[in-house]
């Protein structure tokens, strides 16, 4: 669950429209939906944001988007379809907001990664996201399968550039304290010296 900061580093928002990212392969259970419909109610609302979903299909799952689910999305013109793409850290960067609405995960990386870059998150109530940020101080929780309580949340850090920064910045302080590889690695050993001794 650690990350190399080094590869993340914390540059300032762009200016201009609020881009809102999920990275993810593109299955139902990653809150997939969730976040096209969330989507969908912020542009009904009149709400300016730029919705952007970064990842592939899978086609071995049977939780997966289609092609066809993408040649639709891409008609609808609601969310930017990026694929599959290695920089993560630049993406990140281009972004204001960070969502993983995760129906369940282990300790979710792109949240790790998120905070490291110094952004804001939204994600889902359930173990490993709430795991992943502090609530109310890195990012918000989220009820799971609540599209429109995504959207608020959403809605929430888009209308509020203070609490959206103070928020990447606690995440940063977050991930140094935390998620940093050097003391995931020290960590390890220290569980298995333990392991060791006890043996």
């Known amino acids: 669950a ?3 900061l080094s ?12 881009v809102v990212s999920l990275a993810a392969r593109l299955l139902v259970d990653k809150g997939v939906a969730e ?17 952007c979903l970064i990842g592939d299909t899978d086609p ?3 939780s997966s988007l289609t092609n066809n689910d993408l040649d639709a999305l891409r008609a609808e013109g609601l969310v930017e379809l ?3 793409r290695r920089d993560v850290a630049q993406l990140f960067a281009n972004s204001h907001i960070v969502v993983l609405p995760s129906y369940r995960e282990g300790l979710p990386r792109v949240l790790v990664e998120a905070a490291a870059c110094g952004r804001a998150v939204v994600t889902t109530d359930v173990p490993g996201c709430r795991d992943a940020i502090e609530p109310d101080v890195t990012g918000l929780l989220v009820p799971v399968r609540d599209p429109f ?38 960590r390890h050993l220290d569980i298995y010296q333990e392991l060791e001794s006890g043996a």
Do not use: S, T, W
Not at 35 to 51: C, D, M, N, S, Y
């Open 149 to 186: 309580a995504l959207a608020d949340a959403i809605q929430r850090l888009a209308n509020d550039p203070k609490l959206r920064q103070q928020m990447g910045r606690a995440g940063r302080e977050l991930a140094e304290r935390e998620f940093a590889i050097e003391k995931v690695v020290l």
């Open 82 to 84: 990026l694929g599959f």
């Open 7 to 18: 590869h993340y580093p914390v540059i300032p928002e762009p200016d201009g429209e609020v």
């Open 60 to 62: 071995g799952n049977p």
């Open 35 to 51: 976040f096209i419909e969330a989507a969908r109610h912020l542009k009904q609302r009149g709400v300016e944001v730029r919705f």
């Open 2 to 4: 650690g990350v190399d």
